[in-house]
Nanobody, 122 residues
Framework: VQLQASGGGLVQAGGSLGLSCAASGLPFRNYHMGWIRQVPGQEREIVAAIHRSNGVTYYPNSVKGRFTISRDNAKTTVYLQMDGLKPEDTAVYYC????????????????WGQGTLVTVSS
């Protein structure tokens, strides 16, 4: 299984950034997909997740209204659009896949990509 994330970088506060994650080696349509971030010394935080088939999404309050997750099952790719970025959004962002019914919980993700660094300057 490979989850190849791309699109991270440096952006000023208030700016936007888009991430994408190309999946291979798994039946993409059978997996819920999520974006999970981690800051060194802190717990992993799921910032967006999307159901495998019905399009239902989940966002924690920390990013609700600013982040948007989407997926293209034909391209086996999941996206994360991040707007209104804040310095506290700085983290390594991981793309991950889950078949767990509790797909809004980071610990329930089985497959993880390599991560991409997002840095938001103030």
């Amino acid at each position: 299984v490979q989850l190849q994330a791309s699109g991270g970088g440096l952006v000023q506060a208030g700016g936007s950034l888009g991430l994408s994650c190309a999946a291979s080696g798994l039946p993409f349509r059978n997996y819920h997909m999520g974006w999970i971030r981690q800051v060194p010394g802190q717990e992993r935080e799921i910032v967006a997740a999307i159901h495998r088939s019905n399009g239902v999404t989940y966002y924690p309050n920390s990013v609700k209204g600013r982040f948007t997750i989407s997926r293209d099952n034909a391209k086996t790719t999941v996206y994360l659009q991040m707007d209104g970025l804040k310095p506290e959004d700085t983290a390594v962002y991981y793309c991950a896949a889950s078949r767990n019914v509790n797909w809004h919980v980071a610990v329930n993700y089985n497959y993880w990509g390599q991560g991409t660094l997002v840095t938001v300057s103030s």
